[in-house]
């Protein structure tokens, strides 16, 4: 028996050192530094299945690089940690590209057809000009999404949603309303959302196509595992056909018509590139992940640290109190709210939610290398290698933020907080809550309006009280792999009691002007 144990000791040892020796040698010199693993082969995959986006974490702590490669299974991948080689990688958009890594994405987890998958290819990364499904279909979204009337009519919709949502919160006399935090953020934010881009006919309010549409989410890394998902990822699977067959019905009758400039835009592009509408419909469902995914739970943990933080929902409910108009009428009070002037006029509200984003994010931007690529005269990309840049690592890092990083500073994105900073100042572009360059996030506009909209209805009208007796945060590690936002593993049941001396009146909620962006990101405050 000792013989086996010393022989099994040798082969891996062999093992061991052949395969950091084929990295030596496979590693060219100017490459990022190759970052080693105890396991040889699948250390790093240990390490993130283990503890997934804190991996890197524990990697940037560890090493202190800008950039450095891991050499995983079949595949190389350089992991960027720095803000400016970020900004530098964002400006090669062509060499180092997003559109195939999204590409692949979006076919293995919507299963579209060959024909539709073929469609998608023909000049994928405008190697022969700006055209093509992908390039078209990415316009046209923009355009959509972009402040103007598309955007006025969905934000339109959306508010009127949300402001008959939290009416239905009121309890009737003598009875009490209890609600599970997360599971109401992400019913009411479904709704809302998907009846402001498909309108009437919306798929969701189909209360099984809207459940089907969370299993299938639920499930998605095993379908991206994409072996034989119809065995070993049966409910997601099965739920992604339920939901895909919803949409086709939807445009087959031809209700897209009646909806947002958004899903008209986007099935017209489809049609004009020759997509069949099985395929069309089955790309809708992908494009719900991207609507849906990332919003109820941003609503969910700025609700959490507001309550949870009495004076943070002081400070904010105060500066709301400033823009909000009251008039008195015979025995009647109306108060009217518009979240433009949220937007404008609530610098502590608007750096809040920057903050809970910055905490509560864990995007990862990918990009796949086109072509040998020199990175900043000093980095060499090596063609058909991976480019990971996990905002948690931006997000997480004191030499950015300081050494309160770890800390909830809901104040940390005022003018004030930053002229009081003794260090260097944090770049706006190291908030990676929206991502960045071509691939910034076109809903960004949308989903923040929606965002601030539910919580200052929220926060204005009623206290938040946990039946538990103290708030106390859930665990996020079933987050799934497509979210951006932290994803909550359980619920947190509260009791949802209307303001002291805001029992009464009527509540009006608009939004006058959509033009007047709510500058989140660093490219927005460019322009």
């Known amino acids: 028996m000792q013989l086996v144990y010393l022989f099994v000791l040798a082969a891996v040892t062999a093992v ?32 993130l299945l283990r503890h997934k986006n804190d991996y890197y974490v524990d990697l940037r702590e560890k090493h202190s690089l800008p950039i450095y490669t891991l050499a995983m299974p079949a595949s190389k991948v350089y992991i960027v940690n720095s803000v400016d080689l970020i900004s530098s990688i964002q400006r090669l958009h062509k060499e180092l590209a997003f559109r195939p890594v999204e590409a692949k994405f979006a076919i293995t987890m919507c299963a579209s057809s060959k024909e539709a ?6 000049n994928l990364n405008c190697e022969n000009g700006e055209w093509g499904y992908s390039y078209e279909t990415h316009k046209t979204i923009q355009s959509a999404l972009a402040p103007g009337a598309g955007l006025d009519g969905m934000n339109c ?36 959302t998907t009846n402001s881009v498909y309108g009437n006919h919306n798929p969701f309010r189909n209360k099984k196509v809207e459940d089907a549409f969370w299993e299938f989410e639920s499930g998605l890394i095993m379908l991206l595992v994409n072996t034989v998902p119809s065995l070993t990822a049966r409910k997601a699977y099965r739920a992604r056909e339920f ?67 009495p004076d943070v929902l002081e400070e904010c409910r105060n500066e709301v109190s400033t823009i909000m108009i ?9 108060r009217m709210l518009d979240i433009t002037g949220i937007k404008q006029n609530c610098p502590i509200l608007t750096s809040t939610f920057q903050e809970v984003l910055r905490q509560r994010t864990l995007g990862i931007q990918v990009r796949q290398v086109m072509q040998d ?10 063609k058909d290698a991976t480019i990971m840049m996990p905002s948690r690592v931006v997000h997480t890092d004191p030499a950015v933020w300081g050494p309160d990083v770890l800390e909830f500073n809901n104040k940390r994105f005022t003018k004030e907080a930053r002229s009081q900073m003794e260090s260097k100042k944090p770049s706006p572009k190291a908030f990676r809550a929206f991502g960045g360059g ?12 929606e965002i601030l909209a539910t919580v200052v209805m929220m926060i204005m009208r009623y206290d938040l009280v946990p039946l538990a007796g103290q708030w106390v945060a859930p665990e996020t590690a079933k987050t799934n792999v497509a979210a951006v936002v932290m994803e909550p593993d359980t619920d947190v049941q509260v009791e949802v009691i209307p303001r002291r ?27």
């Open 16 to 47: 061991y050192w052949s395969y950091n020796r084929y990295l030596a040698v496979s590693q060219d010199p100017k490459e990022p530094p190759l970052v080693p693993s105890s396991v040889p082969i699948i250390g790093h995959l240990i390490g």
């Open 117 to 122: 998958n073929d469609i998608i290819a023909v």
């Open 157 to 192: 919709v959306m508010i009127r949603n949300i402001a008959a949502t939290l009416e239905r919160l009121k309890p009737e006399e003598g009875r009490t309303m209890r609600i599970g935090l997360r599971d109401w953020s992400r019913h009411e934010i479904t709704l809302a």
């Open 243 to 309: 939901v895909s067959k919803a949409f086709q019905e939807y445009f087959e009758a031809k209700h897209h018509a009646t909806g947002s400039m958004l899903v008209q835009n986007r099935y017209n592009t489809s049609v004009t590139n020759k997509v069949p509408v099985a395929d069309i419909a089955r790309y809708e469902v992908g494009g719900s992940i991207a609507l849906l995914v990332n919003t109820a739970p941003a609503v969910f943990w700025i609700l959490f640290y507001m309550y949870s933080h």
């Open 326 to 334: 009251v008039t008195e009428a015979a025995r009647n009070t109306k």
């Open 373 to 382: 690529t020199m990175l900043n005269n000093t980095y060499l990309l090596k």
């Open 438 to 449: 071509t691939t910034l996030c076109p809903g960004r506009h949308f989903a923040s309006t």
């Open 501 to 527: 001396g805001f029992e009464h009146g009527n509540w009006e909620f608009g939004l006058a002007d959509s033009d007047m962006v709510f500058a989140v990101t660093a490219e927005d405050k460019e322009h």
